[in-house]
């Protein structure tokens, strides 16, 4: 929950501070937003690959039922989102995203995604354009993020 991650947050306690010394004539909005989950797949047939195949039809049906947790959810999002905007404040993921080392999004990689994609809709939740320094203002913004390589990806179909 939104409110729980916050009432402790040493870095928005920084963040207010700051703000009312450096910008005392700027806001700081929190603004919690819920996301839906919607998987696109497409397979590729070109190396021959048919859908009778037994190992082809487990890793689709791996692929599905997947282990997409609400931890899996949010470490992507939060990442993507932050890698997007580049908040000044957040150093972890805003050259970092996506890698595979990292710890807190690293076993979202076994889950066999191609990417992952954001898109947040800021005058359906709240009626104001989002910005940030690498950011233009927007009523929408999308951010995509390749998981793998083009390589790796196409060896993803050599079975």
């Given amino acids: 929950v939104a409110s729980d991650r916050i009432v402790n947050h040493s870095a928005l306690q920084r963040i207010y501070a700051d703000t009312i010394r450096l910008c005392p004539d700027k806001e700081v909005w929190i603004v919690p937003l819920a996301f839906d989950e919607h998987m696109i797949a497409s397979f590729d047939g070109r190396n021959g690959c ?3 195949e037994e190992e082809e039809l487990a890793h689709i049906k791996r692929v599905f039922k997947g282990p997409m947790t609400e931890k899996h959810r949010v470490s ?37 995604l191609n990417a992952v994609c954001v898109v947040v809709h800021a005058a ?34 050599d079975f």
């Avoid at 999002?77 to 050259?95: H, W």
């Avoid at 709240?126 to 913004?141: D, Q, R, V, Y």
Wanted: proline letters at 5%.
């Fill in 124 to 157: 359906a939740h709240f009626g104001a354009a989002l910005w940030s320094p690498a950011a233009a203002p927007k009523w929408i913004h999308e951010c995509r993020f390749e998981l793998h390589s083009r390589e790796e990806r196409e060896s993803m179909f």
């Fill in 50 to 52: 048919s859908a009778e």
């Fill in 76 to 112: 992507f999002t939060e990442a993507a989102l932050i890698r997007y905007f580049r908040p000044m404040y957040n150093d972890k993921f805003k050259d970092q995203f996506p890698m595979k080392s990292h710890s807190s999004y690293s076993e979202c990689y076994d889950l066999d």
